[in-house]
């Protein structure tokens, strides 16, 4: 069992929230970390997608006031949106008698249906967490190469070979397609919308070009922006929007599309290996999108990411933006002996950033000139994750 960084999260929220919404793929590891913290609390779970448990819930006022006193864990809530307005009157009541906290863990594989119930019905009574595949702390930075191939979901990474592990995340994405997405939207065939996810993985770390997706597939601008907010929506894709500053440039106003899991990357696109990773046109687009979602991942949930970009060609991968105004300018480098080009020093120009970094393959820190230091993703994902204490 992988040791996730949420725990502790999770834990704290659940001592100041009544209810706490954890979020991420289907697969991701939302149950294990569930119940691993419920260890030490009286609770009860239902699984909403199994037949028996959801029938327990026929009249969910009569269950659930009996379980007052204990956490419940509702997995694949979003299944059943009408207990939502349920949850809220059961949290209001055991408000009045004097516990606040730690009614409710709700389970979701999607941010869409949940967040908008919770919009309407538990705005200030919830906490939301986003749990996404495993990153590289949380596997051990000696397992990079493996991570980057197979993706972070569990079972994907720890298969006993590449082709198992392969063949895992392609029934994942035929699962997703023909059961899951179903659940969530109007009915989209399976064929087209693997079609439009396999151009997205070929697109990776690209400027969104919704028109020209939408031609790709023949359907119109509308069904292709659809089918892009649907894979947002299953925190399967992540748009990174562009950063607007006040500066005298002209930015680029266009988010950059990332297929989140480097693994289902490779699936969509029949990478078996890493030999064929490494002679394939999408190399260097997806070790940055690997290295860009390990770094958001391991940053802490008040940071925002974004990319920079001018139309001279000043360019950066990724700026942090710390809550105080601070940011961090990332360029990421898939070779041994890294180089920023022009575009990036203009950038920097522009935005003065507080530290400048080049995430490369390597195992050390070294400075490359210009204030800006070369380091292993391991090393900038420890720091994002466990920041030193400010001093007295």
Not at 269 to 297: C, P, R, Y
Request: glycine content about 8%; charged content about 20%; aromatic content about 6%.
């Amino acid at each position: 069992m992988f040791t996730r960084h949420l725990l502790p999260v999770l834990a704290e929220e659940l001592q100041h929230s009544p209810a706490v919404a954890l979020l991420g793929p289907r697969q991701a590891g939302k149950t294990t970390l569930a119940l691993e913290a419920a260890k030490t609390i009286p609770s009860v779970y239902l699984d909403l997608e199994s037949e028996r448990d959801r029938a327990k819930l026929a009249q969910p006022e009569l269950y659930l006031a009996d379980h007052l006193d204990k956490l419940v864990i509702l997995d694949e809530v979003h299944r059943t949106p009408a207990l939502f307005p349920v949850l809220r009157g059961l949290i209001d009541q055991t408000r009045r008698s004097g516990r606040r906290s730690g009614n409710y863990l709700l389970l979701g594989s999607a941010s869409l249906d949940l967040l908008q119930q919770s919009g309407e019905t538990l705005a200030g009574r919830m906490a939301c967490l986003e749990l996404g595949p495993l990153n590289l702390l949380e596997t051990a930075s000696a397992q990079l190469d493996a991570l980057w191939l197979r993706g972070g979901f569990p079972e994907s990474l720890t298969a006993p070979g590449d082709a198992r592990s392969l063949r895992w995340r392609q029934n994942f994405i035929r699962t997703y397609l023909e059961r899951d997405i179903p659940q969530f939207g109007p009915r989209i065939a399976p064929d087209t919308l693997r079609r439009f996810w396999t151009m997205l993985a070929h697109h990776q770390s690209g400027m969104l070009n919704v028109a020209q997706l939408a031609r790709n597939i023949g359907v119109d601008a509308k069904t292709a922006q659809s089918y892009v907010d649907l894979l947002c929506d299953l925190l399967l894709v992540r748009r990174l929007p562009p950063w607007h500053a006040n500066v005298d440039k002209r930015l680029v106003k266009t988010p950059k599309v990332y297929v989140r899991d480097s693994g289902l990357v490779h699936a969509l696109l029949d990478i078996d290996s890493k030999e064929t990773l490494l002679s394939h046109m999408v190399l260097g687009a997806s070790w940055e999108g690997f290295v860009i979602e390990n770094l958001l991942q391991c940053a802490p949930a008040n940071v925002q990411g974004y990319f920079y970009r001018t139309g001279g060609g000043a360019e950066i991968d990724l700026l942090l933006v710390w809550p105080g105004g601070e940011i961090w300018a990332i360029e990421v480098k898939r070779s041994l002996t890294p180089k920023v080009e022009r575009g990036f020093h203009v950038a920097c120009d522009d935005l003065l950033p507080a530290r400048k970094l080049v995430v490369y393959p390597g195992q050390e820190a070294f400075p490359m000139g210009h204030g800006i230091t070369a380091l292993p993703l391991a090393s900038l994902c420890q720091e994002l994750a466990f920041p030193p204490l400010p001093s007295a």
